[in-house]
């Protein structure tokens, strides 16, 4: 089975910019998660989506920072215009189903991360 | 707000030593806890987890129990690997909150001699 797929994996841009990241979650997965991860720190909840709906964007500086999942699969986290603290990993993760009548915890599928640098 | 405070890395230990970190946590709800490694250059994985208390989770030789009057949830594993030099993250997910979303840890650093 494949896993969460993101892209670029690196990117390098100047403040004031504007930068765009990719993910694929895993085929069937529901839920799509953005977290933040600064430099020695843990990651952080950007924003989370139910197939093409929001369920949890409190987190995220609607100011610079926006998400969209068209289709319900793919999504796109964008930034614009990137500050110096925005350099971080950005982490997608999935998971079956937010809403599953199951009662067990619905594990999160983590994709490798986008590392990004503001100069 | 939810928390979680890790024990503060990194951390060097001599292969075959017994390892143990610590995670403590402040929750709304009762939440469920969770122990993710991250290795060099992949992404974040979940070691194991525990969603009662008094539950332990356990996996590739990493145990850790759910104390709730202790609102702490420690990794110790008996007897520690190069293989297992990597980045720990301990976390929670708040059912409170109603959307599963994890809480983490500042991570520790784990480093194994050989």
């Known amino acids: 089975e494949a896993g969460v797929a993101q892209s670029p994996r690196y990117k390098i841009i100047e403040k004031r910019q504007s930068v765009a990241f990719w993910c694929n979650p895993i085929?069937?997965?529901?839920?799509l998660y953005w977290y933040q991860q600064i430099l020695g720190q843990g990651p952080k909840l950007l924003i989370q989506f139910q197939n093409n709906g929001v369920v949890d964007d409190s987190q995220l500086p609607k100011d610079r920072f926006s998400a969209e999942r068209l289709k319900g699969v793919d999504s796109t986290l964008k930034i614009q215009p990137a500050k110096l603290e925005d350099s971080a990993v950005y982490l997608c993760?999935?998971?079956?189903?937010?809403?599953?009548?199951?009662?067990?915890?619905?594990?999160?599928?983590f994709g490798p991360g986008t590392r990004l640098t503001v100069l | 707000g939810d928390s979680v405070t890790q024990m503060e890395g990194p951390v060097t230990l001599s292969e075959e030593a017994f390892l143990t970190i610590n995670c403590t946590y402040t929750a709304t709800g009762y939440p469920s806890l969770f122990w993710y490694v991250q290795y060099p250059g992949e992404g974040l994985q979940l070691l194991l987890k525990a969603t009662k208390a008094d539950d332990k989770g356990s996996n590739k030789g990493f145990e850790a129990t759910y104390r709730k009057e202790t609102t702490s949830f420690h990794l110790e594993k008996g007897s520690v690997q190069v293989s297992d030099s990597a980045v720990y993250f301990c976390?929670?997910?708040?059912?409170?909150?109603?959307?599963?979303?994890?809480?983490f840890g500042t991570g520790t650093r784990l480093t194994i001699i050989p």
């Open positions: 085929s069937g997965h529901a839920t």
């Open positions: 993760a999935s998971s079956l189903d937010l809403l599953s009548a199951s009662p067990s915890y619905n594990e999160q599928f």
């Open positions: 976390a929670l997910s708040d059912p409170y909150f109603g959307n599963e979303k994890l809480t």
